[in-house]
């Protein structure tokens, strides 16, 4: 019984020390979360003032204050970790084990990654660590497993997404399996080596973590273009085929209106996917200066046009028979889907026709205004994925957000940054105006 209730105890102080993580990463989402995601694609990082500006007080506060009680909660869930696996370290049966452990470091990577993706967090595992006596050697062993074992989850759950996040979350773990490999051999210098650093604070497990994880960055980060290409490789996009039936709408469905509409805005969200491949493979064809990323498009918004019509096609039969309620259902199903073939067009027409007279007349943008057309195609994709999630979820707080988010590219237009419809405008220009109207149609 007593057993029970320590192991209780623990899983307690785990599963709040994982709502406040969560509580975290909401609250610094819902406050920064797309300005974060910008930075990230360009690999630098704005100004603050820019950083902020775009930002409304109501959401910063929000996020801010979210964050604030998840850091509070992570505090609180570390001393009861502490205390509750106070037993474990004074048992003998537990000192036993982790002698067993320690002859067999490969075994006890392989528990270590057991417990993290079971937690589906690698911090968690690693202040379980932090929170037991253990030699260096071992200490450092279960913080690679914890490591490895927290980049399981993104896998499993990315497994049916797209190919851009099964390549990121594989490479990932492929990545982190390699780091393990190569410092399990060493750990006992390893840990020893940490143990000597005048620093003391925060105990052997967590910077152990820190070291593993900044050692990882920086000797990864010369091979990920080779890394990339072999992902890529590996894990083929698939071919589009636009003259296949649609697969979501069902004419057995049309006198149930209900499983109508979910059919008819599946095919919708199938629809969007295409739109925004589209937009990532104008902004690889922009970004690397190659043309051959533009054939594609076209297949694409042939398909986007032809799937577009037959949802409207559908939607029109489906009227006949449905109430006032699913009629205005299918009113917004139908509004969304025009505005994702507006949004095709303006790539295919527009942003692509202009990205490929760049790359034959081999201009080249400074540095300010390449990274301020690659924030924008960012941003813009970032939009158009909240859009794709409001439009299957109707969550309102999140739409609020993409409102609230028209206010940069407005100010930008109105700053003279971007100008709607100029008389007469350069490439730079033109492509700047595309952009911008692209943003305002996915909102």
Not at 9 to 25: C, P, Y
Not at 204 to 210: D, G, K, S, T
């Amino acid at each position: 019984m007593g057993s029970l209730i320590v192991f209780c105890e623990i899983g307690g102080a785990v599963a709040l020390l994982l709502f406040g993580l969560g509580l975290v990463r909401d609250g610094v989402d819902l406050a920064f979360g797309i300005r974060l995601k910008t930075a990230l694609g360009l690999g630098t990082r704005p100004g603050p003032r820019a950083f902020v500006a775009s930002r409304r007080t109501s959401l910063l506060a929000s996020g801010s204050g979210r964050a604030a009680i998840g850091l509070g909660l992570l505090l609180i869930s570390l001393s009861l970790l502490e205390a509750g696996t106070q037993p474990l370290r004074n048992s003998s049966e537990m000192a036993l084990f982790l002698q067993m452990m320690d002859a067999s470091w490969p075994v006890a990577l392989l528990f270590s990654a057991g417990i993290a993706a079971a937690c589906s967090s690698s911090l968690a595992a690693v202040m379980l660590v932090a929170s037991l006596s253990l030699p260096a050697g071992l200490g450092v062993v279960l913080v690679l497993g914890a490591n490895l074992g927290g980049a399981i989850p993104p896998v499993l759950v990315a497994s049916k997404s797209g190919i851009a996040a099964r390549r990121l979350t594989i490479g990932n773990l492929c990545v982190r399996g390699v780091g393990c490999l190569l410092i399990l051999p060493v750990a006992g210098p390893f840990g020893s080596a940490l143990e000597q650093l005048p620093l003391q604070i925060t105990g052997l497990a967590v910077e152990a973590h820190l070291v593993f994880n900044i050692l990882l960055a920086l000797c990864i980060a010369p091979f990920t273009a080779s890394l990339s290409r072999a992902l890529e490789r590996l894990l083929t996009a698939p071919t589009p085929d636009g003259n296949g039936p649609p697969q979501w709408l069902d004419e057995s469905a049309l006198e149930q209106p209900l499983q109508g509409l979910s059919g008819a805005r599946r095919q919708v969200l199938g629809i969007g996917d295409d739109v925004a491949r589209m937009l990532d493979l104008t902004r690889l064809a922009f970004s690397k200066n190659d043309s051959s990323h533009l054939t594609e498009i076209s297949i694409l918004g042939n398909r986007v046009d032809l799937r577009q019509k037959q949802v409207k096609t559908y939607l029109s039969r489906l009227g006949q028979t449905v109430d006032e309620h699913d009629r205005r259902h299918a009113i917004t199903v139908l509004d969304y889907v025009i505005n994702l073939e507006h949004v095709g067009d303006i790539i295919e027409k527009g942003l692509a026709a202009n990205v490929r007279k760049k790359v034959g007349l081999q201009l080249r943008f400074t540095e300010a205004g390449y990274r301020e057309l690659e924030e924008m195609f960012l941003m813009t994709a970032e939009i158009l994925r909240m859009a794709q999630t409001i439009f299957m979820t109707r969550d309102t707080g999140l739409a609020q957000q993409l409102v609230q988010l028209k206010v940069e590219p407005q100010s930008r237009a109105s700053a003279g940054t971007v100008s709607p419809r100029p008389p007469a405008m350069s490439l730079s220009t033109q492509l700047r105006c595309r952009a911008t109207t692209l943003t305002y149609c996915a909102i």
